[in-house]
C-alpha cells in the first residue's frame, strides 16, 4: 500500500511527522492515535498487550492511509522504558503523549502489598518523567512539538483507598505544569490533561458500573478530541465542564474538604486511569 506522507495542515506541521502514544491500544489512547493519524501523523504506539496494538494499527492504516509502528512494552520496566528511547531512535517525534494507565490500585494503602504502590509510582511518575525528558529535549532543539501527559481528577487530593494512585498523578499534573513554562519559550507546547471517568474498556473490564456511581462520564473520543483541541491552552485543561466544576471543589485551601471529598468518590469507584 502506498502511504500518503504529505503534511497536510498546522497541525502536522507543529507536530509531525511522528507520534509516540504511551498507553496507546484502545479507550482513550487509541482515540489520539485514530485523531491524530486524521492529520497525517505516523503514529508510534506503546502498550503491553500486543493483540489490541496490531489491530488497531491495521485499523488506523486502513482509514488514514499513515504508517504506524507499535510495540508492546510494560511501562513499569525500567528496561522497557529505555527501550522506547531505542525504538524510536532516529524518528522526528514532534508529540508525545503519555496515556498510560495501571488496572486496580485500589484498597487501603498499609493493607496493600508495598510493590502495589511501587508499581503505580514507576508508571505514573517514574515513567513519564523519563520520556518527557527525552523527547521534549528533542523537542525544544527543534523549536516545535508537544506533550500531553494525561492526568486524572484523582490527582487534586488525596484519596481514599487510592493513597499511591491520588499522588502519582499528582506529580505527572505538576510535572506537566513545570514543563509547560520551560518549554513555550521554545515552541513546544506541553498540557497536563486532568480527565475523569471515561468509559475505556479497561473500567468495562473491571465491571465497574459507571452509570450506577452517579458521576459524570465520557467517551473516549470526546476525551481525545477535547485535549487535542487544546493542547495549546496549557498548563493544565480538564475534560468536560462537569469536571472543570468539580476540580474547583478539590483545588482549594482547604484540604480537609477537598479530600474528605475526594475518598467518597474513591471509596465506590475503582480508578483504572
Keep these: 500500500m502506498e502511504l500518503d506522507l504529505t503534511p497536510r495542515d498546522d497541525f ?3 507536530y509531525g511527522p511522528w507520534a509516540v502514544i504511551a498507553g496507546g491500544s484502545e479507550g482513550v489512547g487509541a482515540a489520539f492515535a485514530r485523531k491524530i493519524a486524521a492529520h497525517g501523523i505516523k503514529p508510534f504506539l506503546i502498550a503491553r498487550k500486543p493483540e489490541p496494538l496490531v489491530a488497531l494499527s491495521k485499523s488506523i492504516t486502513a482509514e488514514s492511509q499513515v504508517e504506524v509502528r507499535a510495540a508492546p512494552l510494560d511501562l513499569t520496566v525500567a528496561a522497557e ?12 517525534v514532534g508529540l508525545f503523549i503519555y496515556n498510560a494507565g495501571l488496572e486496580g490500585g485500589h484498597g487501603l494503602f498499609v493493607d496493600r502489598p508495598l510493590e502495589a504502590a511501587l508499581q503505580i509510582i514507576r ?5 513519564p518523567t523519563i520520556l518527557a525528558h527525552h523527547f521534549g529535549a528533542a ?3 527543534r523549536g516545535r512539538g508537544g506533550i500531553i501527559l494525561v492526568g486524572s ?27 509547560w513554562y520551560e518549554l513555550r519559550p521554545f515552541g513546544v507546547d506541553v498540557l497536563s490533561y486532568v480527565i475523569g471517568n471515561t468509559r475505556t474498556p479497561a473500567i468495562v473490564r473491571h465491571g ?3 452509570e450506577e456511581s452517579g458521576y459524570f462520564v465520557m467517551e473516549p473520543e470526546d476525551v481525545a478530541q477535547e485535549g487535542l483541541d487544546h493542547i495549546k491552552d496549557g498548563p493544565t485543561w480538564f475534560a468536560g465542564e462537569t ?11 482547604d484540604r480537609r474538604a477537598a479530600t474528605e471529598l475526594m475518598s467518597m468518590a474513591t471509596s465506590s469507584v475503582k480508578p483504572i486511569h
Excluded at 508508571?123 to 515513567?127: K, S
Design 12 to 14: 502536522y506541521k507543529q
Design 81 to 92: 522504558v529505555e527501550e522506547v528511547k531505542a525504538l524510536t531512535a532516529g524518528l522526528e
Design 123 to 127: 508508571l505514573n511518575v517514574l515513567g
Design 139 to 141: 523537542m525544544r532543539q
Design 153 to 179: 481528577l484523582g490527582g487534586c487530593a488525596g484519596g481514599a483507598n487510592v493513597a499511591a494512585y491520588s499522588a502519582s498523578k499528582a506529580f505527572e499534573q505538576m510535572l506537566g505544569e513545570g514543563l
Design 208 to 210: 465497574t458500573r459507571l
Design 243 to 253: 469536571n472543570r466544576d468539580f476540580a474547583k471543589a478539590l483545588c482549594t485551601a
